[in-house]
């Protein structure tokens, strides 16, 4: 049957680099036998200017029907001003919440010819390839909240006798640890085979449910090689000796904070893509990277990170791997050539635009 896709072009560069995607998909329709179609939709700032909402009826109702979603990226100076409902980034919370994407896969991965473009030396970081599995609708961001004046509290051995308190709520239940723990087992089944759990077991009952469960969990699939670490100490190793991290699998906070740092770890934001996906496999698939208002409209984006999230699609929602392994191998071959947007060229190395690059993928899809 005809898989649905549908794409979000978004603000800032989005169109720019949505254009290489659609380019990328024809030709995975028309010569590789992909039996999708797609449709385009306004969202964010664009969703704002259409139809006076960053996330239009008509837009949700579409990424209801579709099987995957590719959205680029929301966001721009001219709609900071917006009142909190209507700017960009509710466009994406919304769809995340309508659709239940509790599941957010990062893959930091560096490439060979890249490898200066890290913060860390060279060797600790070439061929590096995690893959972080963070929780996305629990935890501390959605647990109970609470603001106000409280009397007599403690602080340590102190009593305050009246003072302003806010409190967040890190909850996690049995049913939410063990549906992303699945997620990240099925993951590491696909790739080398090796979990680690991160959480902070030694100090909150969330995490010691959490190691609980996904001990449970691992019973399932006794071919991959579950380990623990504290959340601390993962944040250390990821600087460390990040190639020891196949995938990691945590809270949506630890997850938030771990992604980034293993996202700098690569150096280069325009090259990596993520995917949230919910239970019946249904996802968005989007770069990393923001709207990159400075440089929207110039056509010198780098659309790697847009067509790797094509790649993710493919694997995770469209389940044909093979083509996603074909994008994969044939950025590998466009960077070993040495083609580069100005994002990851070296100072005074030639640079390419946007349409050169993804006509390049193309071009070595074979
Ligand atoms: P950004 O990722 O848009 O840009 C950071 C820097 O990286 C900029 O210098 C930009 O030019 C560069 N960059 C990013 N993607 C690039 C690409 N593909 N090719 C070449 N260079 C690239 O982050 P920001 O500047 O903090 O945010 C800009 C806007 O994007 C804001 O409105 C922000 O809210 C929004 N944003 C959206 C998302 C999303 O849609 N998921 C994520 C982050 C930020």
């Known amino acids: 049957m005809t898989q649905k896709i549908l794409l979000l072009p978004g603000d800032g560069i989005g169109p720019e680099i949505t254009a290489e995607a659609e380019k990328l998909l024809t030709v995975l329709r028309d010569r590789h036998g992909l039996d999708v179609s797609w449709t385009s939709a306004p969202i964010g700032g664009a969703g704002y200017d259409a139809a006076g ?13 579709a099987d995957a979603i590719l959205l680029a990226a929301v966001g721009g100076p001219q709609y900071d001003n917006l009142p909190r409902e209507l700017r960009p980034e509710r466009g994406l919370l ?43 609708t629990g935890g501390i961001y ?30 996690y239940s049995d049913f939410e640890i063990a549906r992303i723990a699945r997620t990240a087992f099925e993951a590491a089944r696909l790739r080398g085979k090796k979990l680690c759990s991160v959480d902070k077991n030694n100090v909150l009952e969330s995490s010691q449910l959490w190691r609980e469960v996904v001990i449970e969990v691992s019973k399932d699939y006794p071919d991959v090689a579950l380990s623990h670490m ?9 600087v460390r000796a990040p190639k020891q991290f196949d995938v990691v699998v945590t809270s949506n906070m630890f997850g938030d904070i771990l992604s980034d740092i293993a996202a700098q770890l690569t150096g280069s934001i325009g090259m990596l893509p993520s995917a949230s996906l919910n239970e019946r496999g249904q996802g968005m ?18 659309p790697l990170a847009m067509l790797l999230s094509v790649a993710m699609m493919l694997r995770y929602t469209l389940a044909r791997s093979d083509l ?6 044939a950025v590998r071959k466009v960077l070993a050539s040495g083609l580069r947007t100005g994002d990851i ?22």
């Open 53 to 65: 909402h960053p996330l239009p009826p008509a837009t949700l109702e579409a990424a209801k029907a």
């Open 94 to 136: 919304g769809i995340r919440a309508a659709l239940g994407l509790f599941s957010n896969l990062r893959p930091a991965l560096l490439y060979p010819e890249l490898a200066d473009a890290s913060s860390l030396k060279p060797e600790l970081v070439a061929n590096l390839d995690i893959l972080i599995v963070r929780e996305l």
């Open 142 to 171: 959605f647990g109970k909240r609470q603001t106000g004046v409280e009397t007599d509290y403690k602080v340590g051995s102190h009593v305050v006798p009246s003072a302003r308190v806010a409190r967040d709520t890190e909850a």
């Open 230 to 238: 504290l959340v601390d100490n993962a944040a250390m190793q990821l």
């Open 285 to 302: 698939y989007e770069p990393s990277h923001g709207s990159a208002p400075d440089i929207a409209g110039k056509g010198i984006a780098n």
């Open 324 to 329: 996603a392994d074909k994008i994969e191998a």
């Open 345 to 366: 060229a070296k100072p005074g190395e030639a640079t390419v635009g946007t349409v050169a690059m993804g006509d390049a993928v193309i071009a070595a899809l074979g």
